[in-house]
């Protein structure tokens, strides 16, 4: 049986494959919308107050309203996951839960002004199991289209509107890779379609910077302003260039949902992912402080144990 998806609609609760959302919705038609990504560690959001921010960022960048405080969205995505455990106890365990908020429906039209109220969906399904980091994951560098540029759209926006993404993945995925690392216009290494990079060379982490034109990703800056400090690891974040990837020990991509996940490759570089190598210290570590982080705020727990 595939994993169960729920979805909660403006607060009514049901099972994700019902239709519940207009053909008029803007986020259906023109990808009108902003987006977050949460999930559980052993019952508890993890960095639940990092994504409520970066949702009020992209969200004020595209003069969408938030429509509820922050005590509401806790409220509906608390009722949403203990409802699917309990229509589906048998998947219990951590949970991927996304908000999806776009400006309304209304009259066909680009205009935003023809919109009506914020519309507004969860969605909660079982969590995914991390990539195996034994086997690291594959990445290909895509060669026909560029990262849409800060002065276009800014990738630091997380909206509903992904098709550079999946174009890019899409190339990667053609060639044989699990990933895709895509470039900006002045060929700089920048992120992957739903993934921060960073690499690692001693006890050093190397990361793009935002002014690269990236995702402010929050398990990035955790782990770059956060963890990495606490750990005695020095954080370089500048341009990195594709000349420079052989210089490189190893590489993570990084994402609420993957954690630190190891790459083995991009392209014909390979990468350490030894068991006993540094970064895989670093990345069990932070695993380690990820959940110790997210148990601490009692007002984050969502599911009794």
Same mark, same amino acid.
């Given at each position: 049986m595939?994993?169960?998806?729920?979805?909660?609609?403006?607060?009514?609760? *049901?099972?994700?494959?019902?239709?519940?959302?207009?053909?008029?919705d803007r986020?259906?038609? %023109?990808?009108?919308?902003? %987006?977050?990504?949460?999930?559980?560690?052993?019952?508890?959001?993890?960095?639940?107050?990092?994504?409520?921010?970066?949702?009020?960022?992209s969200?004020?960048?595209?003069?969408?309203?938030?429509?509820?405080?922050?005590?509401?969205?806790?409220?509906?995505?608390?009722?949403?996951?203990?409802?699917?455990?309990?229509?589906?106890?048998?998947f219990?365990?951590? %949970?991927?839960?996304?908000?999806?908020?776009?400006?309304?429906?209304?009259?066909?039209? #680009?205009?935003?002004?023809?919109?009506?109220?914020?519309?507004?969906?969860?969605?909660?399904?079982? @969590?995914?199991?991390?990539?195996?980091p034994?086997?690291?994951?594959?990445?290909s560098?895509?060669?026909?289209?560029?990262?849409?540029?800060?002065?276009? @759209?800014?990738?630091?926006?997380?909206?509903?509107? %992904?098709?550079?993404?999946? #174009? +890019?993945?899409?190339?990667?995925?053609?060639?044989?890779?699990?990933?895709?690392?895509?470039?900006?216009?002045?060929?700089?290494?920048?992120?992957?379609?739903? +993934?921060?990079?960073?690499?690692?060379?001693?006890?050093?982490?190397?990361?793009?910077?935002?002014?690269c034109?990236?995702?402010?990703?929050?398990?990035?800056?955790?782990?770059?302003?956060?963890?990495?400090?606490?750990?005695?690891w020095?954080v370089d974040e500048r341009?990195v260039?594709?000349?420079?990837?052989?210089?490189?020990?190893? +590489?993570?991509?990084?994402s609420?949902?993957?954690? #630190?996940?190891?790459?083995?490759?991009?392209d014909?570089?390979?990468?350490?992912i030894?068991?006993?190598?540094?970064?895989?210290? @670093?990345?069990?570590g932070?695993?380690?402080?990820?959940?110790? *982080?997210a148990?601490?705020d009692?007002?984050? *727990?969502?599911?009794?144990?």
């Amino acid at each position: 049986m595939a994993a169960p998806i729920l979805a909660n609609t403006i607060g009514v609760i *049901r099972d994700a494959r019902e239709v519940s959302i207009s053909p008029l919705d803007r986020g259906f038609l %023109y990808g009108d919308a902003v %987006y977050e990504v949460w999930r559980t560690r052993q019952g508890h959001l993890f960095a639940f107050e990092e994504h409520w921010d970066r949702l009020h960022r992209s969200a004020d960048a595209l003069a969408i309203k938030v429509p509820f405080t922050e005590a509401g969205l806790r409220a509906e995505l608390r009722n949403t996951i203990r409802e699917h455990g309990v229509r589906w106890p048998e998947f219990r365990g951590d %949970y991927y839960v996304r908000l999806q908020l776009s400006r309304g429906g209304g009259s066909i039209g #680009l205009d935003p002004g023809l919109a009506d109220n914020p519309f507004w969906v969860i969605l909660v399904q079982p @969590l995914a199991a991390p990539p195996n980091p034994a086997v690291g994951l594959s990445l290909s560098i895509a060669r026909t289209l560029k990262r849409n540029p800060i002065w276009s @759209l800014n990738p630091a926006w997380k909206t509903g509107n %992904y098709l550079n993404n999946l #174009l +890019c993945l899409r190339e990667a995925r053609e060639r044989g890779a699990d990933e895709v690392l895509m470039l900006n216009e002045r060929e700089e290494l920048t992120e992957a379609a739903v +993934c921060n990079i960073v690499f690692w060379t001693g006890r050093t982490l190397v990361a793009p910077s935002l002014a690269c034109g990236i995702l402010d990703g929050i398990t990035r800056r955790l782990l770059l302003h956060a963890f990495a400090g606490l750990v005695g690891w020095k954080v370089d974040e500048r341009p990195v260039r594709e000349k420079e990837l052989p210089g490189f020990e190893g +590489c993570f991509l990084t994402s609420t949902t993957k954690d #630190l996940a190891p790459v083995r490759s991009i392209d014909q570089v390979r990468f350490s992912i030894t068991t006993a190598s540094e970064g895989e210290k @670093l990345r069990r570590g932070f695993q380690a402080w990820a959940d110790e *982080r997210a148990a601490r705020d009692p007002a984050n *727990r969502m599911v009794e144990r």
